[in-house]
């Protein structure tokens, strides 16, 4: 907050907590100018407004508070290199949690996509295709999977399991999270991908922070559990891969993702709150 504004770039225009904290800002700071860039700005009259300030949208906004301004960017649009535009993404994972909302995102922007399910199911899109198990796939259906694409977005892995049943554990989270990733990357490689982004997650990090500190990408990684150890494996079996080629390597350490309709703790978290349930 400089010189009376405030500039806020909308990265996520489907978050649950921004249309109030806006709200809230501009009821306790009328004399602070806001200016909201988004990408596009019909971005911020699909946000939902109506908790926050009322039926409407981002016309509402600006008539309810004064101080209030929205700017289109063009981010993604008209800053971007037309490969960046119109490349083909490849999106593992894509019927899962993330994938399905991403594929989802894409198909609404007009993005050419590939997104991996393992199994067939009737009336499927055809930019849907299914690989059975990447773990297990060989190394020329990742070749052709990755053809021709600008970036690999890569959500499959076995996820952190709560009740397990397989014999070796630690052996079955670095087959599918760290050796799948990196014959992945390897294949996105040989293919000229530009782009590789890995969902991996903040246990690659560890599983708490010093008081008063939060972790940062700079912290010496302490994973505690075979699920996190094989998520730091696969960060750096991808940085390794990627390291003095063409192609541009992140890894998302993500912590709980949430949105409609989240599943597991997220769900009962929801539930607990909508019971009024002390936690």
Same mark, same amino acid.
């Given at each position: ?76 649009? /008209?800053? +971007? &290199?037309?490969?960046?535009? #119109? =490349? ?5 994972? !894509? $019927?899962?949690?993330?994938? %399905? ?81 990196? /014959?992945? +990357? &390897?294949?996105?490689?040989? #293919? =000229? ?5 890995? !969902? $991996?997650?903040?246990?690659? %990090? ?74």
């Amino acid at each position: 907050l400089r010189g009376g504004r405030l500039n806020v770039a909308v990265i996520s225009a489907g978050d649950y907590f921004f249309p109030g904290l806006l709200a809230e800002f501009c009821r306790r700071h009328p004399g602070v100018s806001v200016r909201l860039a988004v990408s596009n700005r019909d971005e911020i009259v699909r946000m939902d407004w109506d908790e926050a300030f009322g039926p409407g949208n981002a016309v509402n906004v600006i008539e309810k508070f004064a101080n209030v301004t929205v700017v289109s960017t063009g981010f993604g649009e /008209r800053n +971007a &290199r037309p490969d960046e535009v #119109a =490349g083909l993404v490849v999106v593992t994972g !894509a $019927s899962g949690f993330v994938g %399905a909302a991403l594929v989802a995102r894409l198909r609404a922007a007009g993005r050419p996509l590939i997104g991996t399910v393992r199994d067939v199911n009737a009336g499927m899109p055809g930019d849907l295709q299914p690989v059975g198990d990447l773990a297990s796939a060989p190394d020329d259906l990742l070749d052709d999977l990755v053809s021709g694409a600008f970036a690999v977005v890569h959500l499959a892995g076995r996820a952190h399991v709560m009740r397990e049943t397989v014999a070796d554990p630690a052996a079955a989270y670095l087959r599918a999270n760290a050796e799948t990733t990196a /014959r992945l +990357a &390897r294949a996105s490689v040989r #293919a =000229g991908v530009r782009r590789f982004v890995l !969902a $991996s997650s903040v246990k690659a %990090a560890g599983e708490a922070s010093r008081p008063g500190r939060p972790l940062a990408p700079g912290d010496t990684p302490h994973p505690e559990d075979a699920y996190g150890r094989s998520k730091l494996a696969a960060e750096r079996e991808l940085f390794g891969i990627a390291s003095g080629t063409p192609m541009a390597a992140t890894a998302l350490r993500l912590p709980l993702v949430y949105g409609r309709p989240a599943r597991g703790n997220f769900a009962r978290l929801v539930a607990a709150v909508r019971a009024r349930r002390p936690l």
